[in-house]
């Protein structure tokens, strides 16, 4: 790329970087892009206004030209019903358009500053199409809410939806939760995607260990920008990719740190999808055959009382790799230098045992996650059994049926929910919604209810990272592409046996094949881009990839 800028130097480039402020003497430095995904309205990327300056900092001092370019950072807690069908699409769209920016301005490198769900999945995608010098940073974690009792954070806040609608709190209680449990600006402190996903790029390599968790108002965070700006210009001198850190075995390790600290089923998707973008060969069976092979070694909120703040405190991501060391690739490099394992043999810090367990005292004994199949999901379905009531891995019920996500709240919000049943929500998969919307407030409204330990949830849709209970999810195919969900009636026996990864319903294959001919679709519109989405989306089973679905 240098060699084509030098040939053109009296041309188009040099004088229109002028036009913006560059010198001849910066652009013969490397030329390093920043992609900031800062926004008003999302507190996981609010701080990246501030944040992107040490990043520039670092990347002038230490001999390069940053090169600042933005994309959109949806929140999903705020994107809900219509809004959620907008999300997932933007991954895929954020991913498209920093590779088309990158390429079209031939950057030498790339800083990805990402926080939440969708962002930082699609900036690893883009990285890996890419293939330049890359790092990523995350804002860091938001303060969590103290009321001196209690501790509370984001997921809270939606069961409590549920909580004020049962009488359990008052309306005063819950507009004091609304108020306040947000507390801050950086990611929700909780386990959710935005989390694990950071975490991700932590384990894999590519960005600096203790990003995500620390507090994004942590004068380190401010420290550690610089370092990421030093450090990219670094890489790009010596020439040093992406797909050097992206590699089988180091999404391997990635993968088994998600089990083993109990994160979100949205990670099975993204995790699938960088690796179809990777040119990896990783279905669903291959990931559950990985993520079961290590122990559950810590659960935070929602699925424990532990917040981001306390993991970071227990020993952060240090200290839940060191407790599961013995079956990580020690071997894979890291963009700041040396092994995973040089890493961990330089971690000084104590590790709480409380919060992050050793495999001796394991939390679970064969990962967080259940990859179920059977004849109501012939190409699979997730679940996190971590976050499930053991009284609830065995699960025998009737199906009550909703054709949409608004179905179902309508029912939650005005009917009683009988115990024992089995809500079967489809039509919402990538294709269905469109946009494989996640059912996340049902999910918390649920447990709200205190119906967690006798109701399950299923759908083709999703649910959040921050979800917990009986709640099955990216059942596949999904109802649009006429998979055994769209043949079930309201009443149908429906068995969940998360010990046996097994979801079946008390049909046989002649009467699914005939209800089958009778499906009748729903309205689901889509117009404008769901629309195209809806044509080339891939199945949940393979990602939910839209536009880098070809990438096998």
Known sequence: MGEIRDNIADGYYEGLMNAVGFRDQDLK?????????????????????????????????????PAE?????????MAQLRGMQYVLPQRDLIAASIEAMAEAHSFDGMVFLCSCDKIIPGMLMAAASLNLP?????????????????????????ESIGARNSGKI?????????????YSCGTCSMYGTANTMGVFA????LCPVDSTTMLFCSSAKQKQAR??????????????CARTFLTRESLSNGIMHISATGGSTNAVMHVT????????????REFDRIQESVPVVAKFKPSSKYNLHDYHKAGGVRGSLTAIREFLNLQVPMAFGGTLGDMLERFSGKINPEVIHSPEQALHEDGCFAILHGNLAPKGAVVKKSGVEPSMFYHRGPAVVFDSEEELMERMLNSDITPGCVLVIRYEGPKGGPGMREMSIPAAMLIGMGLHTSVAMITDGRFSGASRGPCVGHISPEAWDEGPIACIKNGDIITIDLNNKRIEVELSEEELEQRRKEIVKPDHKAGGILNAYRKSVCGAEDGALWLYSENK
Not at 170 to 182: A, G, L, P, Q, V
Not at 202 to 205: K, L, S
Not at 273 to 284: E, K, S, T
């Open 29 to 65: 430095k490397p030329v390093i892009g920043v992609v900031n995904s800062w926004n008003d309205v999302n507190p996981g990327h609010k701080p990246f206004k501030e944040l992107v300056n040490y990043v520039k900092e670092g990347i002038w001092a230490a001999g390069g030209v």
């Open 69 to 77: 370019f933005g994309v959109p950072a949806p929140c999903d807690g």
């Open 134 to 158: 890359s790092l990523f940073l995350t804002a860091g974690s938001m303060v969590p809410y103290e009321t001196g009792e209690n501790t509370f954070v984001t997921s809270d806040l939606k």
């Open 227 to 240: 370092d990421v700006g030093e450090r990219i210009v670094g890489l790009t001198k010596e020439g040093i």
């Open 273 to 284: 999808a960088l690796a179809r973008v990777l040119g990896l060969d990783m279905d669903l």
């Open 202 to 205: 932590e384990v894999v390599g």
């Open 170 to 182: 008052s309306e005063e209680t819950f507009r004091d939760y609304k108020e306040n449990m947000c």
